[in-house]
């Protein structure tokens, strides 16, 4: 993430948090498959509607088009931490359980959104979608 991202994404959300920071990340892996931009790109999250699990929405909406005014992105109340993102196919982003722990057991948001950091996509992510060569290859391109 360059500090000018960090820095937008922090002002935005109010403050550097490990789940607006997945959610970002979250982003970054979906747009790295898919090419539907602007209203063609939509974004259902399964996420709980109370903190901290509802910071990955403000990930998503900082960093995509998909946002409440435009419609194209619809919340689901659950206890996940998952993104569909629909284009010219459809791709799940679930936050690996294990990740998911690690960040509820920690109680110092810095530590973990530094850790989240050096970590890449795959250590982070289960992904899936339509066609599974597209899965595939998004395992193959992971960057930090």
């Not at 996940?80 to 690690?102: M, N, P, V, Y």
């Amino acid at each position: 993430m360059l500090s000018e991202e960090k820095i937008s994404l922090t002002e935005f959300h109010g403050y550097d948090g490990p789940y607006s920071y997945i959610g970002y990340r979250m982003r970054k892996a979906a747009l790295r498959l898919l090419t539907a931009r602007g209203k063609k790109l939509k974004a259902i999250v399964k996420c709980a509607k109370s903190q901290p699990l509802s910071c990955i929405i403000d990930g998503i909406q900082f960093s995509t088009s998909c946002t409440f005014g435009k419609g194209n992105i619809t919340v689901v109340d659950e206890k996940q931490a998952e993104a569909l993102f629909q284009g010219e196919k459809d791709i799940t982003i679930r936050l690996k359980d294990s990740i998911k722990h690690e960040i509820e057991a920690q109680k110092a948001c810095d530590s973990i959104v530094t850790r989240l950091r050096r970590m890449d996509d795959k250590e982070l992510f289960e992904v899936t979608g339509d066609p599974v060569t597209t899965v595939r290859k998004f395992y193959l391109r992971t960057s930090r």
